[in-house]
């Protein structure tokens, strides 16, 4: 599974280095003994009509019918299932049957939705030329200001707190998903590398009345400004640690990052790195492994911090804030 996403992965970033085309190939729903094999243009139809186009409400709600069906299997009961207007008692083989078939369905959901998402995303990030990008920092700027972003993150986008993130001269696609994700609270976000979520109390404050232009506009700003770097200027930098190794498929080399989609890490605050490797390693099953308020999902970030150790994690923080972050 992993291997799988991590070429499904790098597959799109090399297909895509510019971001120009967003023809990511989907796997098409294959049939069940229940229900046949739905193309895109089914399952599009039908989210259409049922869900109104929102591709997270059907994947919730699928989702949620997963969850249940798991439970019932475990417990070794019958799912009652509707086909048509019949009512169909699922257990045993034929319920573990089920489950699989609505797991792909699922996943076909997710990269049909996430196709429209990245089209969507590029289309608003590709339009914007310098000259544009430089008229919405400046109103981004103001309107960080109004909302207070400052006290946390600092006047340049550095901040002084060793669990609030630098965000000067972040990828400008990436600060707007993420306050996208964090207005969204606990619902599922689905985006160029799959499912995400990240839920923080702080943050949801802080972004929930933004507007899609005021996001952009404030990502513009905090994109455009330079790096922060991390306080153990001084030192020596230490040797990069074996685990760095898979990271640098898309984080970069020295932590500044291959695409618009993926954080620079270069220059990050140490504590605020292994906060968030620990927030993925936590949802490594699924987006609901864990219920606290501040959580973080991403299905290959969490995939990726799965295994990772303590100590594997805090050797990759003090190397990834010792690089020096290059815009
Ligand atoms: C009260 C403090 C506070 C304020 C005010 C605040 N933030 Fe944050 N911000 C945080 C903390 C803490 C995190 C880390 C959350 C986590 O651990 O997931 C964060 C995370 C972020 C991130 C994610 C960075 C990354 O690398 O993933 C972005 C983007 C961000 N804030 C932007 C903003 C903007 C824009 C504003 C103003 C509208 C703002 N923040 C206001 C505390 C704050
Ligand atoms: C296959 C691509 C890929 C690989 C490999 C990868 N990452 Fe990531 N990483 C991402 C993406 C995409 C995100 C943004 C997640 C999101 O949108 O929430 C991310 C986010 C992160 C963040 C959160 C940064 C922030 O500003 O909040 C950290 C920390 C991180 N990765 C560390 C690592 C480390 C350490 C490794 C290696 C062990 C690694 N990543 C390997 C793609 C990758």
Redesign the pocket.
């Known amino acids: 599974m992993f291997a799988k996403l991590i070429t499904a992965f790098l597959l799109m970033v090399f297909s895509f280095p510019a971001f120009a085309a967003t023809e990511l190939k989907c796997p098409v729903a294959p049939t069940t003994p229940w229900r046949t094999a739905l193309n895109e243009a089914d399952l599009k139809k039908y989210v259409n009509r049922r869900h109104d186009g929102n591709w997270s409400s059907y994947i919730a709600k699928w989702e949620r019918q997963i969850d249940t069906a798991r439970d019932v299997l475990g417990r070794k009961k019958a799912l009652i299932i509707r086909i048509d207007k019949s009512r169909l008692p699922l257990r045993g083989d034929e319920l573990a049957i089920y489950i699989t078939g609505m797991e792909q369905r699922v996943e076909t959901a997710y990269c049909l939705a996430e196709r429209k998402r990245m089209a969507e995303n590029i289309r608003e990030i590709e339009k914007l030329g310098p000259a544009e990008l430089a008229k919405r920092s400046v109103a981004g700027k103001r309107?960080?200001i109004q909302?207070?972003?400052?006290?946390?993150?600092g006047d340049q986008g550095v901040?002084n707190?060793p669990?609030?993130?630098?965000?000067g001269g972040?990828r400008l696609g990436?600060?707007a998903n993420?306050?996208r994700a964090?207005q969204k609270d606990k619902s599922i976000n689905t985006h160029l590398f799959g499912s995400s979520m990240?839920s923080?109390k702080?943050?949801l404050?802080?972004?929930k009345n933004?507007t899609p232009k005021n996001?952009l506009d404030?990502?513009a700003y905090?994109a455009s400004l330079n790096c922060g770097g991390e306080n153990n200027k001084g030192t020596s930098a230490p040797d990069q640690p074996e685990s760095a190794k898979v990271c640098i498929a898309c984080h970069g080399n020295n932590g500044n990052s291959i695409s618009q989609m993926v954080?620079r890490l270069a220059g990050?605050k140490k504590v605020?790195l292994v906060?968030?490797l620990r927030?993925f390693r936590m949802t490594k099953g699924n987006s609901s492994s864990f219920r606290f308020n501040?959580r973080?999902h991403h299905q290959l970030m969490s995939a990726i911090a799965g295994p990772l150790t303590n100590v594997e994690m805090r050797e990759l923080a003090v190397w990834f804030s010792s690089q020096t972050c290059e815009k």
Do not use: D, V
């Not at 669990?163 to 965000?167: A, C, K, R």
């Open positions: 309107t960080a909302a207070g972003c400052q006290n946390c993150h901040s707190k669990e609030i993130p630098n965000i972040q990436y600060l993420q306050l964090f990240r923080e702080i943050m404050q802080s972004a933004l996001k404030i990502a905090y954080p990050q605020y906060n968030e927030s501040n973080r």
